[in-house]
């Protein structure tokens, strides 16, 4: 356990672990080494090495581990890799093995296992359980007319009504 006068709110437990923060917990051996943050919670041995930035959640070995400085805040970031080496990106979230790895994107969503990997797309949704194989994917615009939806099914179903509307007009 670090302490440091000049730092409030804040308790790294490990060894080789990097600077302390204000409003910051880190777990996990070598955890956020070369970085400031604040308001961040990180745990996994060597995960938010290189990352600097405020309010973002890491959990799993090597998550958001970066070979290069980057500033990244507002994101939620669990599993293996996941968001590893992301390069200056907000408001993600990645859930999955490898999710969002190599990513450089703002209000994205990836979930399973390498879903997101080397994105550079803006608020972009990936739902799926490995590699390419991803059951929804889709862009999240500031309305329904600019956003786009994919589902990659055989069958779709609805259930509650069996009258489908048309929403436009």
Known sequence: ?????????SL??????????????????????????SN???????????ISGTKNVVVGHDAFLSN???????????GHESMKNTKDSSRNIAIGTCAGKNSMSHGSIWIGNNMGNNSNTNSQLIIGN????????????????????????????????????????
Do not use: R
């Not at 670090?2 to 709110?9: A, F, V």
């Not at 672990?17 to 070369?34: A, C, E, K, R, V």
């Not at 999240?140 to 509307?165: E, P, Q, R, T, V």
């Open 1 to 9: 356990v670090m302490e440091n006068k000049d730092t409030q709110k």
């Open 12 to 37: 790294t437990i490990g060894s080789n672990l990097g600077p302390l923060h204000t409003s910051y917990i880190g777990i996990g051996f070598g955890s956020d080494q070369n970085s400031q943050k």
């Open 40 to 50: 961040t919670l990180i745990i996994g041995n060597f995960s938010g090495t290189n």
């Open 68 to 78: 290069t400085p980057s500033t990244c805040a507002n994101n939620i970031s669990i």
């Open 130 to 169: 490995n590699d390419d194989n991803f059951i929804i994917d889709g862009i999240m615009g500031d309305s329904a007319a600019s956003s786009i939806c994919n589902i990659n099914a055989k069958y779709i179903f609805f259930s509650g009504s069996s009258n489908l509307h048309n929403n436009t007009h």
